[in-house]
């Protein structure tokens, strides 16, 4: 796999049937390792070692109904209340993050209401905040877990 422009975690990765797995922490698994499970496993790791984002609350590859069509979201990020925080759209390294890619996040997040969207291919990465208008505001960096800024 190829080195992302994302923090370096300590993670398994084994042999198994002729694939290449890695284990999930947060689902206790082994997961075929694709080049998009690849930056979302180093995602978690961002979010939960470098942000201290509680692994407790952040839910990976969760269903959702997307104009009657099942979708799954990459990450989700609940607050303490249960809401959801931040929906997180991971593409593979070779996939440009291009307005398609945030359209597709934002239907997503049409349904789940997160007031922060991010995207990242493992190289690049964005963090749009939305307000309760629906108007879109980029942000350098994640938010803080739990803080929903005003500004």
């Not at 042999?15 to 075929?32: A, S, Y």
């Not at 978690?44 to 104009?67: F, H, N, Q």
Request: hydrophobic share 40%; aromatic share 12%; with cysteine.
């Amino acid at each position: 796999m190829v080195n992302l422009n994302l923090p370096a975690y300590e993670y398994q990765l084994r042999e198994w049937e002729g694939l290449t797995q890695i284990f999930c922490g947060l689902r206790k698994k082994w997961l075929v390792l694709t080049p998009e499970e690849w930056v979302r496993q180093h995602f978690v790791a961002l979010l939960v070692g470098t942000y201290a984002y509680p692994k407790s609350l952040l839910k990976i590859e969760g269903g959702l109904s997307v104009y009657k069509t099942a979708k799954r979201s990459d990450l989700v990020m609940y607050d303490r209340d249960g809401l959801p925080f931040l929906l997180v759209e991971c593409k593979a390294p070779e996939v440009k993050i291009t307005t398609p890619v945030l359209e597709q996040a934002l239907r997503y997040n049409h349904v789940i209401k997160a007031p922060y969207v991010a995207l990242s291919n493992g190289m690049e990465h964005f963090v749009f905040q939305l307000d309760p208008a629906g108007k879109l505001s980029r942000l350098t960096d994640l938010p803080t877990f739990g803080k929903k800024d005003t500004d």
